[in-house]
């Protein structure tokens, strides 16, 4: 099995490449979706959230406050590593079981947050989906309806996407149109087959 990771930035079109690559027919393993799935109410990563944050992060369903969790850990560093000390753990043992049963030749783990987890070791290679910054501000501004500073600080909390693109293997470059960005995913990944495979 070769297992190739995919990460960008917070609005750089890492989305919409993951979901290309899908139809493509290729295994996906979301690491987000894993995370969600593993603070419902009831799993583990749940009592220790609310445990440690307390109830007032408990919705009338009895389900976790995802949005104010979220503003708490986006203000606070100290917060924010409490909770990754929480659900890393859990997210990466899922992970790996998941690879494990995969029976792809090739599988990809979309994890946004790949460099700053430091699970790159994860991976064979890595493609990390890059938009430069001007552009990044202005789809994340239009996509959030937010203003300038809140869209910067909200970038700025993640490792720049300049640095995650020098350590990466692969890049996809989303500054085109989401056909362009289509035809440049398939494209990439025909080249990987062909690294891998050889080219017939």
């Known amino acids: 099995m070769y297992v190739i990771g995919i990460t960008g930035g917070i ?11 899908s139809k493509m027919g290729y295994e996906v393993i979301d690491s987000d979706k894993i995370s969600y799935e593993l603070s419902l109410k009831g799993n583990k990563v749940y009592n220790e ?47 790996k079981k998941r690879l494990k049963e995969s029976q792809g030749s090739i599988v990809f783990l979309d994890i946004p947050l790949l460099y700053e987890a430091k ?12 938009l430069d910054k001007t552009k990044q501000i202005e789809r994340l501004m239009a996509r959030d309806g937010i203003d300038y500073e809140y869209a910067l600080k909200k970038i700025n909390s993640q490792i720049d996407l300049q640095i995650k693109a020098k350590q990466s293997y692969y890049i996809i470059n989303s500054y085109g149109s989401l056909e362009q960005t289509e035809t440049i995913t398939k494209n990439l990944i025909e080249k990987i087959k062909g690294e891998l495979y050889g080219s017939h």
Not at 119 to 130: A, N, R, S
């Open 119 to 130: 699970l790159e070791y994860l991976c064979d290679k890595i493609i990390c989906v890059y």
């Open 49 to 95: 959230i609310i445990n440690t944050f307390g109830e007032e992060y408990v919705l009338s369903n009895g389900e976790i406050d995802r949005k104010k969790l979220g503003r708490l850990i986006f203000n606070s560093e100290k917060d924010k590593q409490k909770l990754n000390e929480i659900s890393h753990p859990y997210i990466i043992k899922e992970i």
């Open 11 to 21: 609005a750089s079109g890492k989305s919409h490449v993951v979901d290309v690559i």
